[in-house]
């Protein structure tokens, strides 16, 4: 059973970055694509960034294009996004998922963490 566990978050000021990582135990990270999603207090859930099995393919939504940074480093079994220059809209718990369709619908993943908040405030 792959089960994923997302850190890295917490309070930062607007402009300021975070590193969130996504590591998996038992089962290798390998086989899947990982995206980044978040959801905000009254809003859906959306997709951020993705990055396919082998890293050569990665996606990121509109808003985050500039700002965050998608990686993985297999042999640590670990995906990281690098936030920079966060805004207040940013704010939100943000989840990694484990999928086979490189894609940014949260439909097409089958296997969640359990969130890590993010807050961007002054």
């Known amino acids: 059973q792959l089960q994923l566990v997302e850190s890295g978050g917490g309070l930062v000021q607007p402009g300021g970055s975070l590193r969130l990582s996504c590591a998996a135990s038992e089962v290798t990270l390998d086989y899947y694509t990982i995206g980044w999603f978040r959801q905000a207090p009254g809003k859906e859930r959306e997709g951020v960034s993705y990055i396919s099995r082998s890293g050569g393919s990665t996606n990121y939504a509109d808003s985050v294009k500039g700002r965050f940074t998608i990686s993985r480093d297999n042999a640590k079994n670990t995906v990281y996004l690098q936030m920079n220059s966060l805004k207040p809209e940013d704010t939100g718990v943000y989840y990694c998922?484990?999928?086979?369709?490189?894609?940014?619908?949260?439909?097409?993943?089958?296997?969640w963490g359990q969130g890590t908040q993010v807050i961007v405030s002054s």
């Open positions: 998922a484990a999928g086979v369709i490189p894609t940014l619908n949260d439909r097409r993943y089958d296997h």
